[in-house]
């Protein structure tokens, strides 16, 4: 079979783009013998060009200027790895506008403004690829819109982020507070130096929008997500919550009802530590599927790094110039906004069992004041655990888990009990989510 | 968009030919909503007119006349779900010469006759999918084939009979035998009456035999897997590889080291209790693959079942209608077999550790004996395991783990073992299988 030339643009040369340009040129041979294209690198743009990279490019075909790329007819495909909403979203649209397919691995721009960018591929009769937007080198987007097409997605449950699952996992293993650990992260290179978009959990949350809108076929916004990230967690509640049958993780979830209807969110959550999610740590990434006909499928692999991101914007430029990448894009039909925000279930109506850690003065008549504020919630309380020990102040911690009841009502509860005199301090509350059991 | 009308038909109305006909029945606008296609099923042929399953066809579509189906030139794509190697052979060349293109399950007729087929198909133009005839529901073929399309693999290790992983797993839960386990399997549901092509390895050969033949780019024959199966294994050796910190796997193995040399396997395999593949029990499934890009990435889910398995023959039903199969399937170009023969290393090549369990009479010179045998084929003790019970002939049992030697070394000295006076029955040997970790 005759070799196809396929002639790929590259913008933005970092870490991601250092490892694409380094399969691309080592493996040209390999690539070509196995799917029979003949990939070439025939441009690169990056403001810097000075600073040393991990792969030695051609000579000539690195530039700063973004025109070189746009203006040469050959290239048929744009990968932006730029990163970030400004200048990216701009790039992506020169990209279509120039006729060339684009690749990327920005899931903040897919996810603030996925739904301009699919709608200008469209009109320019372009693809828009993204395997490399969620969850790094496991073929994820691929698996949800082929591999399990023909199954009605009921519920994501994901650990994408893994600065966060590394913090996480160390605050567990090595009972480190949340600082000391994000200290670690950063000195091995799992953290930025400004670590808000992953702690915060906002970048989980552009994960979970591309991930619900694939999976449940709907324009998703990031207003759909409730997020909190894991900045506030204490080994005191890792801790207490590993006695008690839970290792804590930040999961994506993405959750629909028979109803039909939408709960999408990020924030620190208590899972059974006999589940295969509890089991994924450090820095790895997992992505747990329910889908109507496969049950459960479970997805686990490295979500970050050089050549893991790579081998995703590599093999969606493999699928973009096999044509396969466009017939996908064109059949993303994603129900509009206008069908979709009416389905979308606010965090108050979320159904939830919750782990509350209070601070209570030992004092007669605590437990019967606690006891009352949760019975006037209607909170019904699953299990209760209290050691001998004493905390600051003269206070002890006292954890209660909840039966599954509604946000709303733990949220007043939870003013509640800050309000009693014999409550020192602001109740922590965390989400416990029982993921359904696929069971033999 | 407007919607795609894709008529199909359905050869082998048996279990999961039901879970393809419900999917398709039940879940058509959905699948039009999501994909722009109309999927109808046109003609289900099978030998039973008159069976019950759990699923009503309309009327006049269920025929045992095979040339109904294939004389219906609106159907598009054929479904062979007869499985074994017979007629199934004669039913996908029929289909591909109608002009048809095929999906299928049955993994023993394109490990047997895959080469051929795939030739039949490309001199018409058709393609064969077939991401149901490994575990599953699990998207593991085009995880392979489109997500992890840039890597070289260097690995696959897998877990893809759930009748073996659910008998190994009660073995180990229960400390029951094997032949208990299996009967419970087949109460179940889990094994057939006749299990012989589970429980022999056979089935996982066949699975092997295709995934290694794509993620290696290879023809590859069934002849150039060792199989070994689970019949022989007995719960003595469940337990002492417990104590010693192994789970025993029958793990489906295909190897490529730096020379392209391929090592291909199915054998009851010793895994490091701590690996996600060891925690993987009862009858799921489970791939865990290494690439040069990825690193290692695992996925885990329902191997077997009506639905599941519908679930992948419906992706690929879908898959194919779009056109990408064909995409794939022309460009799936693997090595032919004059020069794989070469690349196929013998199992008496193989280099691994072993578990060598003796029954020693207990008397003084035992351990010098068995070490002397042991040295004189040049084979490093790792660890030894002998409790002070007795066994039976007041003989105990004496376990041995090597370091990494040659296949043909541990058989010599598993024959001077047996040979020896001291000893009093034939040892028992499992390999143990060092999955390579992908640390942070």
Redesign the interface.
């Known amino acids: 079979?005759q070799e196809k030339i396929v002639k790929i643009g590259l913008v933005g040369f970092g870490t991601v783009g250092s490892?694409v340009a380094k399969?691309i040129l080592e493996?040209a041979d390999?690539?070509a013998?196995?799917?029979?294209?003949r990939l070439q690198l025939a441009c690169v743009v990056d403001s810097d060009l000075k600073r040393e990279r991990p792969v030695q490019l051609p000579q000539g075909i690195l530039t700063n200027d973004l025109n070189k790329l746009l203006s040469d007819k050959s290239i048929q495909i744009g990968i932006e790895l730029v990163g970030g909403t400004g200048i990216a979203k701009e790039i992506q649209l020169k990209l279509l506008a120039a006729g060339k397919d684009v690749v990327t691995a920005n899931k903040a721009l897919l996810a603030k403004h996925g739904i301009e960018l699919y709608a200008a591929a469209e009109k320019a009769d372009r693809c828009i690829a993204f395997?490399a937007s969620c969850a790094g080198?496991?073929?994820?987007?691929?698996?949800i819109r082929?591999?399990?097409?023909?199954?009605?997605i009921s519920a994501i449950y994901g650990i994408v982020n893994g600065t966060c699952n590394?913090i996480l996992s160390k605050m567990t293993s090595n009972a480190e507070e949340f600082a000391e650990a994000l200290a670690q992260a950063q000195q091995?290179g799992?953290a930025e130096a400004d670590p808000i978009i992953d702690i915060s959990g906002g970048d989980s949350a552009h994960k979970l929008a591309i991930l619900a809108s694939i999976a449940f076929?709907c324009q998703i916004s990031l207003d759909d997500i409730y997020v909190e990230g894991i900045q506030h967690v204490s080994k005191t509640d890792v801790q207490f919550g590993g006695e008690m049958g839970y290792m804590l993780k930040l999961l994506a979830i993405a959750e629909k009802n028979q109803q039909g209807r939408i709960s999408l969110r990020v924030h620190p959550s208590f899972v059974n530590s006999e589940n295969?999610l509890a089991?994924v740590d450090?820095?790895f990434n997992a992505i747990s599927i329910f889908?109507?006909?496969?049950?459960?499928?479970?997805?686990?692999?490295?979500g970050a790094?050089m050549?893991?991101t790579?081998?995703?914007?590599?093999?969606d430029?493999?699928?973009v110039a096999?044509?396969?990448s466009a017939?996908?894009f064109?059949?993303l039909?994603l129900k509009p906004r206008n069908e979709v925000v009416g389905l979308i279930d606010k965090i108050d109506n979320l159904v939830s069992r919750f782990y509350i850690r209070l601070m209570a003065k030992d004092q007669p008549g605590v437990f019967a004041q606690v006891g009352k504020v949760l019975a006037d919630n209607a909170i019904s309380i699953s299990g209760v655990l209290q050691h001998e020990a004493h905390g600051p102040d003269d206070s002890v911690p006292v954890v209660i888990t909840t039966h599954p009841n509604r946000q709303a009502n733990i949220t007043a509860a939870l003013k509640g009990l800050a309000d009693l005199n014999t409550v020192s301090a602001a109740p922590v509350c965390i989400r416990i989510v029982d993921i359904p059991e696929?069971n033999?």
Chains 1, 2 share one sequence.
């Open positions: 079979m490892g399969i493996d390999r690539l013998d196995k799917t029979g294209l395997e080198g496991i073929p994820i987007i691929s698996g082929t591999g399990l097409a023909a199954n009605d590394y091995r799992y076929g295969r089991q450090g820095s889908g109507h006909a496969v049950g459960n499928v479970l997805f686990i692999g490295r790094g050549l893991p790579a081998s995703a914007v590599v093999a430029v493999i699928d096999l044509g396969n017939t996908i064109n059949h039909r696929d033999e």
